[in-house]
Nanobody, 115 residues
């Protein structure tokens, strides 16, 4: 069983930055593919970024060049650095882990971009 705990969300003005963190329990973290998803009100959950256990990254077109996903295997943590935030980035952000065909989700953290 894997538990994921996100932090770092909040209210930020357009053009600002936030860094989300997700700490994973369990000893197999380094073997997991990790990702960040988001869900805005009335919309489906969508992929924001993911990082493989080998460090390969993938980004949604809407965040390419503004967001950076990274991982620290020594701390069982995955990060999402979000720069140049836009109002359309407002959503609940969820951490995701895929380990040996099992999928795990965090509880989500709210990100609101507004002036």
């Amino acid at each position: 069983q894997v538990q994921l705990v996100e932090s770092g969300g909040g209210l930020v003005q357009p053009g600002g930055s936030l860094r989300l963190s997700c700490v994973a329990s369990g000893s197999d973290y380094s073997a997991a593919n990790m990702g960040w998803y988001r869900q805005a009100p009335g919309k489906q959950r969508e992929l924001v970024a993911r990082i493989s256990r080998g460090g390969t990254t993938t980004y949604a077109d809407s965040v390419q060049g503004r967001f950076t996903i990274s991982r620290d295997n020594a701390k069982n943590t995955v990060y999402l650095q979000m720069n140049s935030l836009k109002p359309e980035d407002t959503a609940v952000y969820y951490c995701n882990s895929v380990l040996r065909f099992s999928v795990y989700w965090g509880q989500g953290t709210q990100v609101t971009v507004s002036s």
